[in-house]
């Protein structure tokens, strides 16, 4: 592979000279053999080809839509003179948990689709060469940087993807930091939600061992109310960040949606890790026709996942049409690669039981586009496909009942949504907040720019009190 253009070529237009390129993935028979993740990063001379086809906007579009609005060109233009160091600084910046960002976000919803370069050429590889930056930082021990100390103590609480990025950016700042977290195992819905083909839980594992050599304490198996109240941390840290994973996957509503053999898809795939082969205790989908209810990249790992684990056949039933479906085109084609059927433009409006009483059937409809992107079944028409495990992957909704014990005090919209300012602080003085709790589940990446400006806000909030607190009286 040539790392230059080729000669007489005008930097301008090597966007047209040079195919664009996706991450190397293992071959579909390698991979459905284990739960790794399928690709792996560019290499060097990968990173620098990929990132010269960038062109170069005045105006940006992948930096506009990108939440974070992380400075995508510059370091393209740095990665492709071969000054990864800075580039992946840059990167780096701009967004804490950069390897784990890379990872997750739906760059082809996003920057991706946003580029110039999509629609008359493939667009520049931005995640992917995100993912070579971050992977690049880490391996010379850049990962985490540590400022100096400022001597004030934050409380953050979850280990998910808001509270990695919170206490990653504090880090960086001086602060002391205590990770507090629900659950025995830190990683949040990282862990318990996602699955290990777009993330290796050794990824996860990598950032919180980071941050636990960088000074970071990692409480774990606290329950609100019980073991941590907001009064307490208040008193024990000049400020507390909440950046709880919040979320649960829907509930299907229609007739039969509960019956023995219906199993929710973050489950599924959650328990992909660790005993990985095992899954859930009393799933088990050998042999099986496995219907996954949905289309978005959890509903696909669901479909990959069950064939792992051995199933006859999986089939993902999209409510939209080929070419529209929520998940990234990425996860769509290596899901096709491995046998992963889809139906695209139908939907469910029963489940029926077998002779055992567990479900046997999906009752399936039409869908058609309504105005404004969305679509609605179409009544009157029915067919049935056999079942003998239904996943459901409709995605996900908030989980009502984390606010617990005086968290209450803490402002919220009538959606329960957590009230903020632009600073992410709550109506609480010097208690910030970010991720589900604010917006309901959404993308890694906002998230994570929450993280970011919550720690700018903790920083400005604690400097601005104690500057007026050595302000002379009168
Ligand atoms: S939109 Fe595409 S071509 Fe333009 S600066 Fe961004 S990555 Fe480069």
Redesign the pocket.
Known sequence: MSTSLPSGSNPKYA?SEITGRDLPKRAPEQRLRDFHETHFPFDEATAREQAS?????PR????ISCPVGSP??QW?ELTAEGNFAEAARISGEATPIAEICARLCPRDHL?ED?????GPAE??S?GAIEEFLAEYRLAHGEGIVVGPANGWRVAVLGTGVAGLACASELVKRGFSVTMIGRAERAGGFLLRGTSTLRIDEAIVDRRIGMLRERGVVVRLGEVTGRDVCLSQLQSEFDAVFVGWDARRARALAVPGGDLPGVVQGTEFVGHARGEAEAGIPGVDVRGGRVVVIGEDDTAVDCARTALRRGAAEAVCVCPHPAGSLTCCRREFEDAEEEGVQFRFEETPVALRANDTGRVGQVVLTGTRRVEGGGWEAVEGVGHEIPADWVILAMGLETEPGVLEADFQQLQTAEDGALMVDAAQMTSVPGVFAGGDLVHGPSEVVIAIRDARLAAEGIEAYLKSRATKQNEPAG
């Open positions: 966007w086809r960038c062109v170069q906007c940006p579009g992948c930096v995508i060109q393209l920057c946003a580029c110039i370069l999509n667009p520049v931005i």
